[in-house]
């Protein structure tokens, strides 16, 4: 019998800082460590903390100082940040998951994505948001099927997807079929509805769930952050309230029953021990995956080849010479025959 316990870290971070922030990484971790913490997971677009100015404002209405902040602050993966949070794993002894805001060494475009390290201080996997939401869409890009993957670790596999992602059937089914024993759902988003979705996402495939939220008070953006006025503006404070993050931290058991949370409207953690073995239990009743599950009327098809904007043949050749490995002479081929004597994209179908 596997027994884990957990910490779901609803904190604040330091806004558009990325060292600051992860300096409280490393304090809160610390922290649930000393409760035992064997797994401490952390928000939504935590490092550096969530470009709220998208709902705050008409959209690139004079955003571009906060922008430059966010793309200045983003993590390269791997990079010195990463190497910095693997250490705080590695120092602590604990499997750590964090929301962070990624952006390639060399572009522009920033993606919300989630990084899995493990005690060892390893970073073994990562996952980029596949469809940004609403106003989300003018801040971060969208992912692909190559960081779908759930993650093994000693106590169980572990994996999710962030925030409304949940809201994507295929997506979750192509987790469920990982054998995914712990859900994690870091995300922004708040109210009972929200609740009610993990509760359902438990229940649908038999196993624990973990949603976890920033929580910020406009009291803690910084007083020289740039047009700090302008940022949250008055009317905004009167209709919404002083807490611009309300935080909705949660964790739910297989059969969708409330274990801790949820905590709003302050910082807290939330610890729990999982009994992880009562999974495959409760899989003898529902398994949507595997005996609950009908595949000769329902097949789905999941692309999981990475989609980078440039294909570098890193082994210098051209088209002819693709044909003379092949046997054919491919400089009168035409162009779709020319093609396919590339290797596809792998696909895999469930």
Avoid at 199 to 221: S, T, Y
């Amino acid at each position: 019998m596997t027994t884990l316990r957990v910490a779901a870290v609803q904190a604040t971070y330091v806004l558009m800082n990325r060292d600051a922030t992860i300096d409280r990484v490393a304090e809160l971790t610390a922290a649930a460590a000393a409760q035992g913490a064997q797994l401490v997971v952390f928000p939504e677009a935590f490092v550096p903390g969530t470009p709220f100015w998208i709902d705050t404002q008409p959209i690139w209405d004079g955003d571009a100082d906060w922008f430059r902040l966010l793309a200045e602050n983003a993590l390269a993966v791997p990079g010195p940040s990463t190497d910095r949070l693997g250490a705080i794993a590695r120092d602590h002894g604990v499997w750590l998951t964090i929301g962070v805001q990624e952006k390639e060494p060399n572009g522009g475009t920033v993606y919300n994505t989630t990084l899995y390290f493990s005690a060892g201080g390893t970073l073994v996997e990562k996952h980029r948001k596949l469809m940004p939401t609403g106003s989300e869409r003018t801040v971060w890009g969208m992912g692909d099927g190559s960081t779908l993957r759930a993650v093994a670790t000693p106590f169980g596999r572990i994996g999710g997807l962030i925030c409304w992602e949940n809201y994507m059937p295929l997506a979750r089914f192509h987790m469920y079929a990982q054998g995914i024993d712990l859900w994690l759902a870091p995300t922004l988003a708040t109210g009972d509805t929200w609740i009610a979705t993990m509760q359902h996402l438990a229940r649908e495939n038999r196993m624990f769930v973990v949603g976890v939220n920033p929580v910020l008070h406009v009291d803690r953006i910084p007083a020289d952050f740039p047009h700090r006025d302008r940022l949250v503006p008055k009317r905004y404070l009167r209709e919404n309230g002083p807490w611009l993050e309300k935080g909705n931290t949660v964790i739910v058991g297989p059969a969708g029953d409330i274990l801790a949370g949820p905590v709003r409207e302050r910082e807290e953690t939330l610890i729990a021990d999982l009994d992880l073995g009562s999974v495959a239990a409760a899989r003898r009743l529902l398994d949507p995956v595997g005996h609950y599950n009908r595949p000769d009327v329902f097949r789905l098809h999941v692309d999981t080849s990475p989609r980078p904007a440039v294909v570098v043949d890193t082994a210098g050749t051209d088209s002819r010479e693709v044909g003379r490995e092949a046997g054919v002479d491919s400089s009168s081929m035409p162009q779709v025959a020319r093609e396919k004597a590339v290797e596809a994209p792998r696909a895999k179908t469930w």
